[in-house]
């Protein structure tokens, strides 16, 4: 029996993955089951006994996409390092997970936030989990912040949820851009200068004009 599930959660996997791949490429809109079942090489029939709908799908596939998130989020947590080095490393590794898949999973994520706000059947359940993961990305970013406060390292006039959120918008908005104009964008380079800079400029100790590399 345990087998089995094994087996079940597999296939069940191999359908999601298959999906965020044909999703990627062609648009969650213009997607369909057959085109799922022939990227994950199954048949269509197949599909369909895992899931009722092209709908339980999406949100198969978004929840993954949110999954995969929070568990960078948790690689950055468990960084065993002080609070500076933590930040600057975090931000960091966001440039680690960049490659030519990696572009279409992310212009996925905006394929999602125009399906939430325009489809009224996805609207409450996507914007939930929005709104859940992206507390979740703050709060990392801003326990990091008051652990750097709390040591005496970081200045400690600064609101750290607002640094978080204002961490979160510099990353999608460079990320936007990049996605947008690669040929101009070096997101890589822009987010290691923009990480740089602000330690700096959170770093109590940090003399004016001193390198952080």
Do not use: C, H
């Not at 269509?44 to 993954?64: A, C, L, N, Q």
């Not at 993961?133 to 040591?151: L, T, V």
């Not at 949820?161 to 040929?183: P, Y």
Request: proline share 1%; hydrophobic share 40%; aromatic share 12%.
């Amino acid at each position: 029996m345990a087998a089995k599930l094994v087996n079940r959660e597999e296939k069940k996997g191999k359908i999601i993955y298959a999906a965020l791949k044909v999703f990627s490429k062609k648009g969650v809109s213009f997607t369909t089951i057959n085109d799922i079942a022939k990227e994950a090489d199954i048949g269509k029939g197949t599909v369909y006994e895992y899931f009722k709908s092209k709908d339980e799908i999406i949100m198969s596939v978004f929840r993954s996409f949110l999954d995969d998130g929070i568990i960078l989020m948790n690689q950055i947590k468990k960084l065993s390092v002080s609070p500076d080095e933590k930040l600057l490393k975090g931000l960091y590794m966001f440039t680690e997970i960049i490659d030519d898949e990696g572009v279409e999973t992310f212009k996925l994520l905006f394929d999602f936030w125009a399906i939430g706000i325009k489809e009224e059947k996805y609207s409450s359940e996507f914007y939930n989990q929005m709104k859940e993961f992206y507390r979740s990305y703050r709060k990392i970013f801003s326990d990091i912040i008051k652990e750097g406060q709390e040591k005496g390292i970081f200045r400690e006039k600064i609101e750290p949820e607002s640094v978080g959120a204002m961490i979160i918008g510099m990353l999608d908005g460079l990320m936007a851009q990049w996605i947008l104009d690669r040929d101009r964008i070096d997101y890589i380079g822009a987010v290691r200068t923009m990480a740089k800079l602000l330690v700096s400029g959170l770093n109590i100790n940090k003399k004016r004009g001193e390198k952080n590399d």
